[in-house]
């Protein structure tokens, strides 16, 4: 078990889930807990060290992320248990919000293979991401929706971030997608995704599946703030034709941008830079679910 202490609340939590395990005749679990310092990898290298037989991992987005980074290409299991604000990749693979009944799906759940990508780019050492990664207008949404406004407001912060961030900089961009000649556009933000729903269910990448073995990337370029209805209408019906809305699908995307721009990783920031590479594992990750 990896939990992120800020997250969860830890006794009861605790106490939920060792019940929960016990129950289904799990020996007494290996519990670790991440640090400042470290969001995971040293938990999720023990755990691949102790040869485990399932990781359970409870936090934000970004807890989960590392550890999946580390557990990519090893065979163990992770059963997600939603812990964070976002939650995404938990929301995409449909498993509860609720621990209670998380953690019932999940243990009594099958097994699913699904893909991991792997992500570099200037002043951004090789990573890998299981939701989205982004440069631009997505990453000042969450850079500006810190975890005070989170903790009160849950996913509701990132709109009003978003609000507050309509009139964020145009940032030009080169976009190679697999071997194709590149395309360069004038945009807010680009999103490249393993899978594509945000919170309240909003399908930013609506064709985005996490064991397709592709990617799927949006550009969003709304040149005023009176565009942003018809845009939103263009996230929420995909036969909408909205033409500050563009998206591309491939194995290999590689998003370079004219000067130096916020990022994300699954919904942390990294640092800024004006590069983003990303290439699809396909089946990298057993997670279990529903």
């Known amino acids: 078990m990896i939990v992120n ?10 106490s939920t889930v060792q019940k929960a395990l016990a129950d289904r005749g799990f020996t007494e679990p290996l519990w670790l807990e991440t640090t400042a310092d470290d969001a995971g990898s040293a938990m999720a290298r023990r755990a691949i060290d102790d040869h485990v037989d399932l990781v359970l991992v409870a936090g934000g987005d970004g807890t989960v992320r590392v550890v999946c980074a580390e557990l990519a290409r090893t065979a163990i299991p992770v059963a997600v248990l939603p812990g964070g604000t976002g939650n995404l990749l938990a929301r995409n693979l ?28 200037d002043q951004l050492p090789a990573d890998r991401f299981m939701v989205m990664a982004g440069l631009g207008l997505d990453a000042a949404i969450i850079d ?65 599946v996490p064991d397709d073995g592709l990617l799927d990337l949006v550009v969003l370029a709304p040149r005023r703030i009176s565009h942003w209805p018809r845009l939103a209408l263009g996230l929420v019906i995909k036969s909408w034709r909205e033409r500050h809305l563009e998206r591309f699908t491939g194995r290999r995307i590689e998003v370079r941008a004219d000067r130096a721009v916020r990022r994300q990783l699954d919904g942390d920031t990294v640092s800024d830079g004006a590069t983003l590479v990303a290439e699809v594992d396909p089946s990298a990750l057993v997670v279990r679910v529903p």
Do not use: C, M
């Open 5 to 14: 202490p800020v997250k969860v609340d830890g006794d009861e939590f605790r």
């Open 144 to 208: 500006d929706a810190p975890d005070e406004l989170k903790k009160h407001l849950g996913w509701a912060a990132y709109v009003i971030s978003t609000l507050k961030n309509l009139n964020h900089p145009f940032v030009r961009v080169r976009i190679t997608v697999d071997d194709r000649p590149p395309v360069r556009r004038r945009a807010r933000t680009v999103v490249i995704g393993n899978v594509g729903t945000l919170q309240a269910n909003i399908p930013l990448l609506p064709d985005a």
């Open 94 to 121: 449909g498993i509860p919000l609720e621990l209670e009944e998380a953690l019932t799906v999940l243990l009594d759940g099958p097994e699913r293979r699904i893909d991991s990508v792997r992500v570099e780019g």
